[in-house]
């Protein structure tokens, strides 16, 4: 039995990484989303289990504790992390696994997982990027600029990733990502564990 | 400018190598085969710097004594080989080279040029090879036995090569080898190379 492979997805907002990854999972239905914990409490409609792992403050502080995350963080006030026994889980059913957080969490989950694949995804300029973030909403020149130097940032941390797309057209892009998906369960190490009594047989 | 990537394609006569490259040439126009040197004299159609470049054969011998050739090989009393300079031009160009060659040119090409990625394409059963080198003619057992001794020869380095490719159907065959080619692209080095520009003014 194959095991999946662990995606890690950082972008900075203004990407089109939500499109990018619905596409994704639209094509190809091996590829699911990770399931977050979190302590912030559901939203109507949101369904524990299968938005998000809802759970309490001291659940999620006793999961960091124990070293079970693979990576957390706080936001405004609620706790939102990845579990690494789940996660696990998930790959060892042969699922392919694909994580959406920013380059802090993709670093914390590259010391724990060192075989996750980092895919970074840029916007095609500058420019587009700028207008994409001021059509989102009607706001001022200072939290667009705030917004600017956060996607910059994220940005800077390119280079840390295996696979990088460039999100011009989104034909090409989703063509992109299903392909970086697809090509990885092909490695060797991959195929061995899928094929072995058939490799084994042809080499006899 | 990102330079291409070379791709080394070996399977076991009867695993539908030819039919898969076929097919991704015609579904990737970035994709070429490499042109090989050969000693052997043009067949009817053939054409010069097209087919192969044809040499005489002082000049192929010149050329392996120069370490010119990335790999080489003498077939029937004909020299065959690649071209360390021809591949590393059309590689600065951006295009990406396949080579079709058994695990023994693989191996030449590996140690000059590292960077090489190996696809290994198997059969999906030894029945089936079987099956089609029975198919291609009204040959002897002993001969049958002697490909399949060939195959299993061949198929016994297929440790050696960075993704496999098991060739049941041809159509997901096919998507296999286009998104192994696709992403290999899409890496952080040639990513880098091709969005120099981009990648820079996003993060400054």
Redesign the interface.
């Known amino acids: 039995m194959a095991k999946g492979n662990l995606f890690v997805v950082t972008a900075?907002s203004g990407a089109g990484k939500t499109t990018l990854v619905a596409a994704l999972l639209a094509a190809d239905a091996n590829v699911q989303l990770s399931i977050s914990y979190t302590t912030r409490a559901p939203r109507a409609g949101e369904v524990d289990g299968k938005d998000y792992h809802f759970v309490e403050r001291e659940q999620f502080e006793r999961m960091i504790s124990a070293g079970e995350l693979l990576e957390h963080a706080e936001v405004y006030g609620n706790y939102y992390g990845t579990s690494q026994v789940w996660i696990n889980e998930a790959i060892n059913t042969g699922r392919d696994i694909l994580l959406e957080i920013d380059w802090q969490g993709a670093q914390q989950v590259r010391r724990l997982f060192p075989e996750a694949i980092g895919l970074f995804v840029?916007?095609?300029?500058?420019e587009t990027?700028e207008s994409r973030l001021r059509n989102r909403g009607k706001d001022s020149d200072e939290v667009i600029n705030k917004r600017m130097a956060v996607?910059?940032e994220e940005?800077?941390h390119?280079?840390e990733?295996?696979?990088?797309?460039?999100n011009e057209h989104i034909d090409d892009a989703v063509?992109?990502i299903?392909?970086?998906v697809?090509?990885?369960r092909?490695?060797?190490v991959r195929?061995?564990a899928r094929?072995t009594a058939?490799?084994s047989?042809?080499?006899?």
Chains 1, 2 share one sequence.
């Open positions: 900075p840029l916007p095609p300029s500058l990027l996607a910059r940005c800077s390119v280079d990733f295996d696979f990088v797309i460039v063509r992109d299903v392909s970086v697809r090509a990885q092909l490695t060797l195929q061995s094929h058939l490799i047989s042809l080499k006899g």
